[in-house]
């Protein structure tokens, strides 16, 4: 059974810094994991993802911005948060890639991932 837990979020002003961290048990090997958020009236996006390779993809609207990363020794899933914008507030959820045939494919599509934290608050205000 895949577990997965995000940290606690928060509130920043326009132009701040966040970091959000993700705890990840079970089957994770193999598997590509991910950050979506989801805003006020608006369907989930996905924001950055990694695989088990190291590569990584992220959304347009945060390239150069935020910072996917994975300390694989304790299971934990990062997402460093620069120069946010209010545009940025939303729940943030940490998900695990589906895996097929041994493949989890690196894209950011909310169909590709089969578990998922609970999710986590982040205002941006400005």
């Known amino acids: 059974q895949v577990q997965l837990a995000e940290s606690w979020g928060g509130s920043v002003q326009a132009g701040g810094s966040l970091t959000l961290s993700c705890s990840a048990s079970?089957?994770?090997?193999?598997?590509?994991l991910g950050w979506f958020r989801q805003a006020p009236g608006k369907e989930r996006e996905g924001v950055a993802a990694?695989?088990?390779?190291?590569?990584?993809r992220y959304a347009d609207s945060v390239k150069g911005r935020f910072t996917i990363s994975q300390d694989n020794a304790k299971n934990i899933l990062y997402l460093q948060m620069n120069s946010l914008k209010p545009e940025d507030t939303g729940i943030y959820y940490c998900?695990?890639?589906?895996?097929?045939?041994?493949?989890?494919?690196?894209?950011?599509?909310?169909?590709?991932?089969?578990?998922w934290g609970q999710g986590t608050q982040v205002t941006v205000s400005s």
């Open positions: 079970g089957l994770i090997n193999n598997a590509c």
């Open positions: 998900a695990r890639g589906k895996v097929y045939a041994g493949i989890s494919y690196l894209r950011l599509v909310s169909a590709d991932f089969d578990y």
């Open positions: 990694l695989d088990s390779l190291g590569s990584l």
